[in-house]
């Protein structure tokens, strides 16, 4: 029986990254669907769970995208609402690619130097990515200090985390160099997570810390995030400091993204969110 995938995407055009990567995750066909609303979830979803059964319900699985993360998450919520008892099948939210992006980089950063009882700073981190590595970071046991340009939105932030994952994140705002310096202090990971182009901390205040062990940024487009490292870093010694660029990062997060995407066909109730997905690249 033929492996089928359900793309649902909010966008306008189902994206075929997404598609492509599915393929080579081994899914014999691609059902994509663009312009997904949450109201159409549960429609949709009902063509997976009543057209197979029992042990042939693991050969469908439904793959929830989009570039908006909020509407990911409601559709993920909605996917689950249909569901009930055995009728059901596996599902896996990656909007944005914000899960399998933020598991990659914490993996990096704890396969290079152990986090525990350490101070990570996590530059413009109030976007999924930001977010999800630090409750990943946290769950790591690190100290993680979340900042933005703007102190309410770095507060949001972290009650957001707090809400869905009911772990202590500090906020702080950092605009000026002085605030940047700030929050670097005692700092032994840096992870950037800004938006592509613009560059959060010069070369010269990472290189000079005592403290710092790991820098990381998740922004391919130059200028980097933090200045100094390359996309294409991936555990290369900078300044006496491990670096990780964002394509670095990017090799592992396909690698997660495609073996999470595999294992939804191993049973027919996995819902694979950012925790299950963290724990399946941390497997590999």
Not at 34 to 54: H, K, S
Not at 141 to 156: F, H, I, N, P
Not at 227 to 232: E, L, N, R, T
Request: glycine content about 10%; aromatic content about 6%; proline content about 4%.
């Amino acid at each position: 029986m033929k492996k089928l995938l359900l793309q649902l995407d909010s966008d306008k055009l189902a994206s075929s990254f997404d598609t492509i990567t599915a393929y080579d995750a081994g899914v014999d066909h691609v059902l994509m669907f663009g312009g997904v609303g949450v109201e159409d979830v549960r429609n949709i979803v009902y063509g997976a769970m009543f057209t197979r059964g029992g042990e042939m319900l693991k050969n469908s699985a439904v793959f929830i995208g989009g570039s908006s993360v909020p509407v990911g998450e409601a559709m993920l919520k909605a996917a689950q609402d249909a569901f009930f008892g055995p009728v059901r099948v596996s599902v896996m939210a990656d909007p944005n690619g914000s899960n399998t992006t933020a598991a990659a980089a914490v993996l990096k950063i704890i396969r290079a130097t152990p986090v525990a009882g350490k101070k990570a700073v996590i530059y413009a981190g109030t976007g999924p990515v930001g977010v999800r590595a630090a409750a990943l970071l946290v769950k790591e046991g690190c100290q993680v200090l979340l900042t933005s340009r703007k102190l309410d939105r770095a507060q949001e932030a972290c009650k957001a985390i707090y809400d869905r994952f009911q772990l202590e994140v500090t906020p702080m705002e950092v605009r000026a160099e002085a605030s940047v310096i700030q929050a670097l202090e005692g700092a032994h990971v840096a992870l950037a997570c800004g938006a592509a182009g613009i560059e959060l901390v010069k070369k010269e205040l990472w290189a000079g810390s005592p403290t710092l062990e790991v820098v990381a940024d998740v922004n391919a487009v130059p200028p980097t995030g933090i200045g100094g490292i390359k996309p294409s870093d991936d555990g290369k010694e900078r300044e006496s400091k491990i670096a990780f660029g964002a394509l670095g990062i990017g090799g592992l997060k396909m690698k997660i993204h495609r073996a999470s995407v595999a294992r939804l066909f191993e049973q027919n109730d996995l819902v694979l969110d950012i925790e299950e997905i963290y724990a399946i690249g941390k497997g590999l």
